[in-house]
């Protein structure tokens, strides 16, 4: 039986008798495509929620795990409300449905609905659904119990996975009442636990894949493992939008272990018993590549290109308050930067891989994704089956950081297991593949102006951005895309949020397309637009004679900067702001708004004589709302600002004649062991609405590190990354 929670939401409950017995709850969430009845095995649910006899709850989450923590999160969530022994849940990973789909992509119906799992939305989006369905469960196990003690509901409680009768102590397990709740209805508006009731929730909880991980027993995608399965490596063309001309296979196939050598859509795939055999075939390959026109396309080009861009009349605006061209024209001081970022690649410890399965009429895909019904959606568009026939299993991902949410590696397993006689076939990229065929982190060229007043204070602030975009390439999403061009992603933490206190501000874009795909990268467009604001905002309390601090804190007097004020005292106070620093060691400051977060950071730097820059010590601040697991967000903070760190030290993607020159951790540097700073991490609960975790961490960073390095040396860092040549003396 089904009945309705608030429609308001549009969020919808469904319970029902397990397989087997027990209760069955589960709950859609918006924009999915239908909602069916409660027959056994009919439906996938978004997070259904399973009630055994024996007193098991099983969630099956359909957000993908890959270090976050969102499966312990969910259970944590789900067991609060259910009132039962955190011990006592289980994670199952789901597959694909749309009933699976994520509430803060309810309007990207491109595929369906999004199932996916990014933007640092699982806990704070679907986490409010699983809450309600366990609360919803909670409710009619009560119910259950009641009757069966043939006492009033309203005498009875939910706990430790009991339904106790207060005035008398009688109690009855979930388990021996899971068949007949199951025929109870659904309450319309279940009953959430206030926080000074939780029990579980704000505490530091182990996390239950642990185990999993440092016993082996964790299955990447990496480790499947299918009957008959055959490995593939493919041959790609290394100039982007490169075709296959023609090709020789006959020393490839000599290659022992070499069973076939397909053409498929992105190069030549090369099948074998194993994947040595097949990177070996794949070298003994001779392919001649009809490179295309960008082969005559090098960074130095695209980066002049913008620059002539940045002069032009028109762009596409995207944030106007106040009249800034007299405003700048007027004021006491002008300043003006230019700032440049480069392309980045995701560099996850577990490259590209996919395994899968054509069988004709049927497809099934086993593969480290963070977008499933991308997926089956492109899947499903390749091989013409619906999408029904299309079965996405989800393994444990080894990072993701965005570039899972494309689905290319998967259509390279699925078109080379249908060219290679539809056998099982896991299409592995090796790390070259991985850093030379990635949608990268757009690059950007900015220009930077502000006019200050007598005080000191800006009184405009102009930003011009001119870079590539990621929704020319993520199709899913492309009718976000304006018809001026502007790419809602690309403006992120420079004006969809915008803290300080300036009367006049204009914020505008040029989309420029340079041929190099870009995609979705931790924290998106508040990794570059965090650094240029925070910045320039650093530059302007320079060129005011201010303290970099408090000149920040003066502008963030608006009631919408509270939260980022809140933090940004935090970080100071922690660190000690103003207080002596050994001989050579400088701060650097900065803060920054993204995914309804709030995080400052500041930053202890020594820089070297031959301009080695050495971080000593990172101090951070959070404040995401009401918190799950704060052990786990503070891991994500500190994940977060060595994801930015290393970037901001090493990270650049440069072209040459169409080319990624960046092959592997030899070129493309990741900071070591010893680079890693100390880091503290204070949360500030804030009383708003939950934030994100996993990204919010990485756009302070690199601006308090480049703050700090120019409290140190006196010069300022406006091109990314930090280079020792910048800052030899």
């Known amino acids: 039986m089904r009945a309705t929670l608030n429609q308001d939401r549009r969020t919808f409950l469904k319970a029902g008798t397990a397989a087997g017995g027990g209760l069955a709850i589960g709950f859609y969430l918006p924009g999915t495509i239908r909602v069916a009845e409660a027959a056994a095995g009919e439906t996938k649910l978004n997070a259904f929620v399973r009630i055994g006899t024996d007193g098991k709850v099983t969630v099956v989450c359909g957000q993908s795990e890959m270090g976050q923590g969102c499966h312990n999160a969910l259970s944590m969530l789900i067991a609060e409300e259910l009132e039962v022994d955190l011990k006592n849940v289980h994670i199952e990973q789901g597959g694909i449905d749309p009933a699976f789909g994520n509430p803060r992509y309810i309007g990207f119906r491109a595929v369906g609905g999004f199932q996916g799992t990014g933007g640092s939305s699982s806990v704070r989006n679907v986490g409010v659904v699983a809450r309600r369905a366990g609360a919803a469960a909670r409710f009619m196990l009560i119910s259950a119990g009641a009757e069966r003690m043939q006492v009033l509901r309203s005498e009875c409680i939910a706990e430790n996975g009991f339904v106790i009768h207060k005035p008398t102590g009688r109690k009855v397990s979930y388990g021996s009442v899971a068949n007949d709740a199951a025929k109870m209805v659904a309450p319309d508006e279940p009953v959430l636990k206030p926080r000074s009731e939780f029990k579980i929730l704000g505490k530091s909880t182990p996390r239950h894949d642990v185990p999993l991980k440092v016993t082996g027993k964790a299955i990447y995608g990496l480790d499947v493992k299918r009957p008959g399965m055959l490995t593939a490596t493919i041959a790609k063309c290394p100039v982007f939008g490169g075709k296959v001309k023609s090709f020789s296979a006959e020393r490839a196939l000599k290659v022992p272990g070499v069973k076939k050598v397909v053409q498929v859509s992105s190069g030549v795939a090369v099948v074998a018993d194993s994947f040595w055999a097949a990177k070996k075939g794949r070298d003994a390959l001779a392919v001649t590549w009809d490179e295309g026109p960008m082969a005559k396309v090098s960074t130095p080009d695209i980066y002049r290109n913008w620059a002539e861009l940045a002069k032009g009349p028109t762009a596409a605006e995207r944030l106007k308050v106040g009249d800034v061209p007299a405003a700048l024209a007027g004021g006491a001081k002008r300043v003006e930067a230019v700032y440049?970022?480069?392309?980045?690649?995701?560099?996850?410890?577990?490259?590209?891989?996919?395994?899968?399965?054509?069988?004709?009429?049927?497809?099934?895909?086993?593969?480290?994704?963070?977008?499933?019904?991308?997926?089956?959606?492109?899947?499903?568009?390749?091989?013409?089956?619906?999408p029904k026939a299309i079965t996405i299993h989800t393994t444990y991902l080894g990072g993701g950081f965005g570039r899972r949410l494309e689905s290319d590696y998967v259509l390279d397993a699925v078109e080379t297991s249908r060219a290679a006689g539809n056998v099982p076939v896991k299409v592995v990229w090796t790390r070259e593949d991985d850093l030379q065929h990635d949608f990268y982190r757009p690059a950007s060229h900015n220009v930077m102006q502000a006019a200050l007043g007598a005080d000191g204070m800006p009184t405009a602030w102009r930003h011009r951005i001119v870079g590539a975009s990621i929704l020319q390439y993520f199709k899913t999403f492309a009718h976000f895309l304006?018809?001026?061009?502007?790419?809602?992603?690309?403006?992120?933490?420079?004006?969809?949020?915008?803290?300080?206190?300036?009367?006049?501000?204009?914020?505008?874009?040029?989309?420029?397309?340079?041929?190099?795909?870009?995609?979705?990268?931790?924290?998106?467009?508040?990794?570059?637009?965090?650094?240029?604001?925070?910045?320039?905002?650093?530059?302007?309390?320079?060129?005011?004679?201010?303290?970099?601090?408090?000149?920040?804190?003066?502008?963030?007097?608006?009631?919408?900067?509270?939260r980022l004020r809140g933090v940004l005292d935090l970080a100071a106070e922690k660190a000690g702001w103003g207080k002596p620093l050994p001989a050579g060691v400088h701060r650097g400051i900065a803060a920054h708004f993204s995914y309804n977060s709030y995080c400052a950071q500041v930053a202890e730097v020594s820089v070297a004589k031959d301009g080695k820059v050495k971080v000593h010590r990172v101090v951070a601040a959070i404040d995401a709302g009401w918190v799950v697991n704060p052990e786990m967000l503070k891991y994500q903070i500190e994940s977060g600002i060595f994801y930015g760190l290393t970037a901001a030290l090493y990270g650049e993607i440069t072209i040459r004649n169409g080319r990624v020159e960046q092959s592997n951790f030899n070129d493309y540097k990741i900071a070591r062991m010893d680079e890693m700073p100390r880091v503290e991490v204070h949360i500030l609960e804030g009383q708003g609405d939950q934030g994100g975790g996993g990204e919010p961490g990485t756009p302070p960073i690199a601006p308090a590190m480049c703050n700090a390095i120019f409290a140190a040396t006196g010069k300022r860092i406006r091109k990314l990354p930090i280079k020792p040549e910048m800052l030899r003396t």
């Open 340 to 386: 440049e970022v480069p392309f980045l690649a995701h560099a996850c410890m577990e490259p590209m891989n996919a395994t899968a399965h054509f069988k004709c009429d049927s497809v099934e895909v086993w593969a480290p994704t963070q977008a499933q019904s991308c997926n089956q959606h492109w899947v499903s568009q390749l091989t013409g089956l619906p």
């Open 482 to 562: 304006r018809k001026d061009g502007l790419d809602p992603t690309s403006v992120q933490g420079a004006a969809d949020y915008f803290p300080y206190d300036i009367a006049n501000v204009y914020v505008d874009y040029v989309n420029n397309n340079p041929g190099v795909p870009s995609g979705f990268w931790r924290s998106v467009a508040n990794s570059q637009n965090g650094f240029l604001l925070e910045s320039f905002v650093d530059e302007l309390a320079h060129a005011a004679g201010k303290d970099p601090y408090q000149y920040r804190r003066q502008l963030l007097n608006k009631p919408i900067a509270a």
